[in-house]
């Protein structure tokens, strides 16, 4: 079982980045997948989640500090999952992982309930 994460970068406030995680190993729509972001000096943070199922667009959840600007969606066809995020901010800097757990927990942001993880990708907002 395998995520892998991409898609980070450097971009200006206000800007805009998708990121990627495909999974590879399992069938995705069989589990929820989180997104988690690691910035300098703090804690990992949960971002947003997805429900499992061969339903689209399944249940999403975004932390207050992201809604309204990051969408996550998922293509079971390509066994991927996406993280839109727009009108980014220089404190949207950080590692961002996705992760991966069969049945999503009441509090997604809970990192620990996940079973498996990708390895991270960078995004830097920065003028």
């Known amino acids: 079982v395998q995520l892998q994460a991409s898609g980070g970068g450097l971009v200006q406030p206000g800007g805009s980045l998708s990121l990627s995680c495909v999974a590879s190993?399992?069938?995705?729509?069989?589990?929820?997948i989180g997104w988690f972001r690691r910035a300098p000096g703090k804690e990992r943070e949960g971002v947003s989640a997805?429900?499992?199922?061969?339903?689209?667009?399944?249940?999403?959840y975004y932390s207050q500090s992201v809604k309204g600007r990051f969408t996550i969606s998922r293509d079971n066809a390509k066994n991927t999952v996406y993280l839109r995020m727009t009108n980014l901010k220089p404190e949207d800097t950080a590692v961002y992982f996705c992760?991966?757990?069969?049945?999503?927990?009441?509090?997604?942001?809970?990192?620990?309930?996940?079973?498996?993880w990708g390895q991270g990708t960078l995004v830097t907002v920065s003028s």
């Open positions: 997805i429900e499992s199922g061969p339903d689209l667009p399944g249940s999403t």
């Open positions: 992760a991966a757990v069969k049945n999503l927990p009441i509090s997604w942001g809970w990192h620990p309930a996940y079973d498996y």
């Open positions: 190993g399992f069938t995705l729509n069989d589990y929820a």
